[in-house]
């Protein structure tokens, strides 16, 4: 593993994920859709697993796994492309990541997401509220759902989609209308612990969930 300092930061640099930061302080680390990705990317034009990092006798290399491809400073990867400090990485067209090759050079502690009331850090997954952090945390399957509420900033996402970040490893037909409303339940159970007077996951009939993040200081809508 290398010294702190030498450790490579990916930043998203558009779209509703932008200022998201990652570490890149594994020796292999996945960029996708899917619930098992270190870099969770929530994009129809992004594969399950799109890309990967590896760190390979001291250098970083980008691997496509792709179908829609991925791009580093326009070109087209092919094998194994080794990443420099300032390269943008274009995973399909859904987002473009700014490697950062030493932490030293940005700032040490993540920003927490500016100006709304429920905000999200995503590579330690820790939740606020109003300020407040959640505590204890969130169980695996509620932070990867309120995650992908999050990442969608206030789009519906279908039950599909919930399953597929979730429970990535499961066929569609294997999880239940129960399990999704058990979970969708106790997620709801944590965050109005933390803010009783405000509904943040908003069931749309018919079509599956969205997340009503209002402004910092401004008063949401109730419960009903």
């Known amino acids: 593993m290398a010294e702190k300092a030498d450790i490579p930061v990916l930043i998203v640099q558009d779209g509703p994920q932008a200022g998201?930061?990652?570490?890149?302080?594994?020796?292999?680390?996945?960029?996708?859709?899917?619930?098992?990705?270190?870099?969770?990317?929530?994009?129809?034009?992004?594969?399950r697993h799109h890309a990967r990092i590896t760190r390979e006798s001291g250098k970083w290399l980008l691997h496509d796994d792709s179908k829609n491809g991925t791009h580093v400073n326009g070109q087209g990867v092919s094998g194994a492309h080794e990443l420099k400090d300032g390269d943008v990485i274009a995973i399909a067209t859904a987002v473009k990541l700014?490697?950062?090759?030493s932490e030293a050079t940005v700032p040490l502690a993540l920003d927490i997401p500016k100006g709304?009331?429920?905000?999200?850090e995503v590579p330690s997954r820790r939740v606020w509220v109003n300020g407040v952090e959640i505590e204890p945390s969130l169980s695996l399957s509620q932070y990867r759902f309120l995650e992908l509420l999050y990442v969608r900033a206030g789009e519906v996402c279908t039950r599909d989609d919930v399953i597929n970040v979730v429970w990535p490893d499961a066929q569609e037909d294997g999880v239940s209308e129960q399990s999704i409303d058990a979970l969708v339940r106790r997620l709801r159970d944590r965050l109005e612990e933390a803010d009783p007077d405000h509904q943040y996951i908003v069931t749309v009939r018919g079509m599956g969930f969205r997340l009503d993040n209002p402004p910092a200081g401004e008063q949401g809508a109730g419960f009903d």
């Open 20 to 47: 998201q930061r990652w570490l890149v302080n594994k020796d292999s680390m996945t960029i996708g859709r899917g619930g098992g990705c270190d870099v969770l990317i929530n994009d129809k034009t992004v594969s």
């Open 98 to 101: 700014l490697f950062v090759g």
């Open 116 to 120: 709304r009331r429920l905000k999200l």
